[in-house]
C-alpha cells in the first residue's frame, strides 16, 4: 500500500477524532464549570471509571486486540460471508455477557449505597456508578464493531461515533444547569447523557457495518477462528486488567487523598490525552489491521515496515505536544479552565500535573503502538508479563510520592511507569523481530527532539509577553493559547525541515489532508 493511501486512512480517522477530542474538551470545560474540581466532580470520574475499565477490558482492549488478528485472518482466507459469521457469534456471546455483567454490577452497587459499609463521597460514587454501568454494553458492543470497520477499511463513521457521546454529555449539563439548582441532580442529569450516549454511539458505526454487508444471524458451530480467538484473548484479558486495576489504583488512591484530587489528576491526563487521542490511536487504528494482515500473510518485511513508519508518525507528533503541554500548561487552563466553579487555586493545583503527563506523553505513545506491534503479532503473553511490572512499579511509586508531593507523586508514578513499560514493550518486539531495525530510529528521532525542544524554548520565551502588555490573566491567556500553539507548531515544521527530517513529507501531505477534508 502506498504511502499516499495510508496517509488518506490516517486522515479520515484523524479529522473526526479531531472532532470528537475538541468535543471532549469542551465538555471537560462545561463539566468542571458546573461542579467544580471538587467532591461531585470526583465521585463522577470515579464512577466513570468502571464501565470505562470494562470497556477496555471486553471492549476496544483486550477483546479486540485479539479478534483484529483473528478477522484478519478469516478475511484473507473465507472472504465477508467466513469473516461476517465468525463476527456474528462473538457479537452474539459479547451481547449476553455484557448483559449479565451488568446486571450484576447495578445490584451490587445499590447494595453498597444501602449499607453501612461505605460514606461520604465514596457511598456518592457507588450509587453513580449504578446508573453509569449499563454504558458499559454500549460501549463494549461499539468498540468491537469498530474494530471489525477497520479491518475493512471503513474508518470515518466509527472514528466520529464518539462525538455522539460528548455532544450527549454537553447537552446534559448545560440542559441540567438551566433545570436544576442542585448539584446532586445535575451529576444524575449528566450520567442520563452519558447512557443516551451510548446508545448512540453503538447505533451509528451498526449501521455502517449493516452498509458493508453485515447481516446478523445466529449460529452455534464452533470453527477454528473461536479456539484462535480464546487463545490469544485470555493472556490479552489478563494483560489488560493489570493496566485497568492500575489506573483504577491510582483513581482511588487520588480519591481517597482529598475531594478534589481525583478531579484535577483526570483533568490533566484528559489534556494530555488530546493529542495522544487525535493523532497516536488513529496511526494505531490504520496500522494495527495492515500489520495483523501483514503477519497473517506470512509476509514479515512488510510488517517490519508499518512499525517503523508508525512508530516515526507517533513520536512526531507526541514529542512536540508533550513539551507543549508542560511549557504551556499554566495558559491553557486559564484560558480553557478557569470558568465559574473552577478558580484560580484549581488552576495552580493543576498546571503541575499538566506538565507531568506531558513530559510522559511520547511514552504514553511509544507503549500503545508497540502493546498493538505484539497484538498484529498475536504475541499476547509478552504484554501481560510487562503491565504485571509496570502495575508493581506504579503501586510502589505512588505510594512512596503521594505521601511526599500529593498528587503529583501520584502523576510522576504514572509516567514513570509508562516510561518503563514502553521500553520493556520496544524490547520484546527487537527480541521477537530480529530483522527490525530499531537503530534506524535513532537519526529521526535526535531530529524531534531537537526541534521539539527549539519549539518549546520558543513558546518559554514569548509565553509572557501578553501579560507584559498589561493584558488581564484570562486575555493573555487566551492570546498565548491562540498564537504560541500556531505558532510553536510553524517553528517545530522549519526547525524538522532545516534539519531535513525523512518523514516531513509524511507529515506534511496528511496536514494538507486533514485541512482541505476540514474545508
Not at 284 to 292: D, E, G, H, I
Not at 394 to 415: C, D, F, R, T, Y
Request: proline share 3%.
Amino acid at each position: 500500500m502506498s504511502a499516499l493511501k495510508e496517509l488518506r486512512k490516517i486522515a479520515s480517522v484523524s479529522l473526526p477524532t479531531i472532532g470528537s477530542r475538541v468535543l471532549g474538551l469542551v465538555r471537560d470545560v462545561v463539566l468542571f464549570a458546573a461542579l467544580g474540581a471538587g467532591v461531585w466532580s470526583s465521585a463522577f470520574i470515579l464512577a466513570f471509571t468502571l464501565p470505562n475499565l470494562f470497556r477496555r477490558l471486553l471492549g476496544e482492549g483486550a477483546l479486540t486486540s485479539a479478534f483484529v488478528p483473528v478477522f484478519s485472518g478469516s478475511l484473507e482466507r473465507g472472504g465477508q460471508i467466513g469473516a461476517f459469521a465468525f463476527f456474528n457469534r462473538i457479537f452474539l456471546r459479547m451481547c449476553w455477557t455484557l448483559l449479565a455483567l451488568v446486571l450484576c454490577g447495578m445490584v451490587l452497587f445499590k447494595l453498597l449505597t444501602e449499607c453501612d459499609l461505605l460514606t461520604g463521597r465514596w457511598k456518592m460514587s457507588a450509587g453513580l456508578a449504578v446508573y453509569l454501568l449499563p454504558y458499559t454494553f454500549f460501549i463494549c458492543l461499539a468498540a468491537l464493531v469498530t474494530a471489525a470497520l477497520n479491518v475493512l477499511g471503513r474508518f470515518f463513521i466509527a472514528a466520529s461515533a464518539p462525538m455522539l457521546l460528548n455532544l450527549c454529555m454537553i447537552a446534559a449539563l448545560i440542559l441540567g444547569s438551566l433545570w436544576f439548582e442542585s448539584k446532586t441532580a445535575l451529576v444524575y442529569c449528566l450520567c442520563g447523557g452519558v447512557l443516551l450516549g451510548g446508545l448512540l454511539q453503538l447505533s451509528l458505526p451498526l449501521i455502517d457495518l449493516k452498509r458493508a454487508g453485515w447481516r446478523l444471524q445466529r449460529t452455534h458451530t464452533h470453527t477454528q477462528e473461536m479456539s484462535e480467538l480464546w487463545h490469544l484473548l485470555l493472556p490479552s484479558l489478563l494483560g489488560a486488567a493489570v493496566l485497568q486495576v492500575n489506573i483504577l489504583i491510582s483513581r482511588l488512591l487520588a480519591f481517597g487523598l482529598n475531594e478534589g484530587a481525583a478531579a484535577v489528576l483526570y483533568m490533566s491526563g484528559r489534556l494530555m490525552e488530546l493529542p495522544l487521542g487525535i493523532f497516536v490511536f488513529a496511526v494505531v487504528a490504520v496500522f494495527f489491521p495492515q500489520m495483523a494482515r501483514a503477519r497473517a500473510a506470512g509476509r514479515g518485511h512488510i510488517f517490519n515496515e508499518r512499525f517503523l513508519s508508525g512508530m516515526i508518525l507517533v513520536l512526531s507528533v507526541s514529542i512536540p505536544a508533550g513539551i507543549g503541554l508542560a511549557v504551556l500548561a499554566n495558559p491553557i487552563l486559564v484560558a480553557l479552565f478557569q470558568w465559574q466553579a473552577f478558580e484560580v487555586n484549581d488552576v495552580l493545583r493543576t498546571a503541575p500535573l499538566v506538565a507531568i503527563y506531558g513530559l510522559g506523553l511520547p511514552f504514553y505513545s511509544l507503549a500503545t503502538f508497540a502493546t498493538r506491534g505484539l497484538y498484529a503479532d498475536k504475541e499476547m503473553r509478552a504484554p501481560v508479563r510487562i503491565a504485571v511490572v509496570c502495575l508493581l512499579v506504579n503501586l510502589v511509586l505512588a505510594l512512596a510520592l503521594m505521601s511526599w508531593i500529593g498528587e503529583q507523586g501520584l502523576a510522576w508514578a504514572n509516567v514513570i511507569a509508562a516510561l518503563i513499560q514502553s521500553v520493556l514493550l520496544l524490547n520484546g518486539i527487537r527480541h521477537r523481530h530480529s530483522s527490525l531495525k530499531l537503530q534506524t530510529l535513532y537519526l529521526p528521532v535526535v531530529k524531534i527532539i531537537l526541534s521539539g525542544i527549539l519549539m518549546g524554548l520558543f513558546c518559554l520565551l514569548l509565553r509572557g509577553v501578553p501579560a507584559g502588555m498589561g493584558l488581564d490573566s484570562k486575555s493573555a491567556s487566551f492570546v498565548v493559547v491562540l498564537l504560541l500553539i500556531p505558532g510553536g507548531v510553524l517553528v517545530y515544521g522549519l526547525c524538522l525541515m532545516a534539519l531535513r527530517f525523512e518523514g516531513m513529507r509524511d507529515l506534511g501531505d496528511l496536514l494538507r489532508r486533514l485541512l482541505k477534508k476540514a474545508d
